[in-house]
């Protein structure tokens, strides 16, 4: 069955290059974001697992936990991550999951449940696994993107994604194209005018169901 956005991720055990984590456990009270590769060694996933390690401090001011996943053993984990520094110029403190028997990856909807490795295996044989999750604290799935082989993600997006996600939580608002953090919000539907006056102050209304507030503090 599909993996879809507010149902609760499947928690796991299972080996990283830094020991073993039951994935609900290591989340906690954080946010989380899940972010997948299809094979350690490879010239895209190293800039991206670059780019994530650059990142760290705003993963941290966000309350945000990083995991990265890839189907090759922890030793191997170990080892790649001195490419990703090399590369990046910055350390990779996140642990990477060894999803060898890709329970994980079948469990996140990535592969089908007969998908195995075969032998002398290419990066193509598991090459859906180029996805992205991010979970809110109570553990559901808020936002899902998978990227083909030949196109790096952009993890300013992802961050991006990650302030409209936190913004909105448990709010009635949304955020509109482009918006950037501290960008004004849109007032959901199911508050009146006035409801949303009370709640969030002045509010533009540029049509009847499309009405700007300012960003709640």
């Keep these: 069955?599909?993996?879809?956005?507010?149902?609760?991720?499947?928690?796991?055990?299972?080996?990283?290059?830094?020991?073993?984590i039951t994935f609900h456990d290591w989340i906690g009270d954080s946010w989380a974001i899940l972010f997948s590769h299809p094979k350690d060694f490879t010239p895209v996933c190293t800039t991206e697992f670059g780019a994530v390690a650059q990142l760290a401090a705003e993963w941290e001011k966000r309350g945000t936990k990083v995991i990265g996943l890839s189907v090759d053993g922890a030793d191997e984990h170990k080892q790649w991550k001195g490419d990703i520094e090399s590369f990046s110029g910055a350390t990779a403190g996140f642990p990477i999951i060894a999803d060898t028997d890709l329970a994980v990856s079948k469990a996140f909807d990535m592969l089908p449940a007969d998908a195995y490795l075969p032998d002398g295996r290419t990066p193509a044989d598991s090459a859906t696994v180029?996805?992205?999750?991010?979970?809110?604290?109570?553990?559901k799935l808020q936002l899902s993107m998978t990227y083909p082989m030949s196109v790096g993600r952009n993890f300013a997006e992802v961050l991006r994604a990650l302030d409209g996600l936190q913004r909105t939580f448990g709010q009635p608002l949304a955020t509109p194209a482009n918006w950037e953090l501290g960008q004004d919000v849109i007032v959901a539907l199911s508050l009146t005018d006035d409801q949303a006056r009370e709640k969030f102050g002045e509010i533009d209304v540029k049509l009847p169901y499309l009405r700007i507030a300012k960003s709640p503090a």
């Design 130 to 139: 180029r996805s992205v999750f991010i979970i809110s604290p109570d553990k």
């Design 1 to 20: 069955m599909a993996l879809r956005i507010n149902d609760i991720v499947p928690n796991f055990t299972a080996q990283t290059d830094q020991g073993e």
